[in-house]
């Protein structure tokens, strides 16, 4: 039993970490967010709530400047302010945007910060294991490799993730009748827009897929659709 401890007390750190993670980022989306009020799209996020048989979709602004969108945890969804003053610039247009609102409305229809908390905890655990195992046969370095270990690991499931978020929002906007072409003309622009632009981080270390795959996966979808 007493063999077992570490690996439970990494499962109970993972959870605490993370529950602590979701309290203080909430916290900070109360204290630097409002409502986003634009009638543009609001027309496009009355489209998309009808879609669902919903009432409303209510999108605020997270007032930091790197470009993003996010789902939080408790089913909210923020567009941070540098992504808004791009659209307010004509950088990226309303339809654009609505795409972001789509993509994050998947991820909290999908339940991925429920299945992150779990992945995350589950992660702990394997890291404490692998590190033990590994430490035995390779001194010094056997942590680390552990730990690159889970960090591609959780790559890869949140490239799960996004692919999925993906897939739900061309749906939905399909279904909303905006089509998906702002979703991938959105994707084209996006190095430009946040900086990225000539990255050399290996793929499988991304927590993102990159640009080609994801418009690759997004015509896939809908050549599937219109075959069904």
């Known amino acids: 039993m ?15 970490m993370w ?9 900070e989306l109360d204290d630097k967010s409002t409502e986003l009020a634009d009638p543009i799209l609001k027309v496009l996020t009355d489209r998309m709530a009808a879609a669902l048989d919903i009432e409303r979709i209510k999108v605020h602004i997270y007032e930091i ?12 969804i923020f567009i941070t302010r540098g992504f808004f ?19 994050e409305l998947g991820h909290v229809a999908l339940g991925h ?12 655990a ?3 294991v692998l590190a033990m195992i590994l430490g035995r046969f390779l001194p010094g370095i056997g942590p680390w490799v552990a730990n690159m270990l889970m960090t591609l690991l959780a790559a890869r499931l949140s490239r799960a993730d996004e692919f999925e978020a993906d897939a739900y929002a061309s749906a ?6 905006i089509g998906t072409e702002p979703q991938k003309t959105l994707f084209a622009k996006l190095e430009t827009l946040t900086g990225a632009r000539g990255a050399t981080t290996p793929a499988w270390m991304l927590s993102h897929p990159k640009t080609p795959k994801r418009i690759a996966a997004i015509e896939a979808n809908e050549a599937k659709w219109e075959a069904g």
Do not use: C
């Open 65 to 76: 400047e790197p470009i993003n969108g996010l789902a939080a945890p408790d089913g909210r």
């Open 113 to 124: 910060s429920r299945r992150r908390m779990i992945d995350f905890s589950g992660q702990n």
């Open 85 to 103: 003053n791009k659209y307010r610039e004509g950088q990226v247009t309303s339809e654009e945007l609505a795409s972001v609102i789509a993509h």
């Open 2 to 16: 007493i063999k077992f401890l570490p690996i439970l007390f990494a499962v109970l750190y993972g959870l605490a």
């Open 19 to 27: 529950r602590f993670s979701i309290w203080r980022l909430s916290r």
């Open 126 to 128: 394997m890291r404490t």
């Open 172 to 177: 939905l906007l399909v279904k909303a009748g």
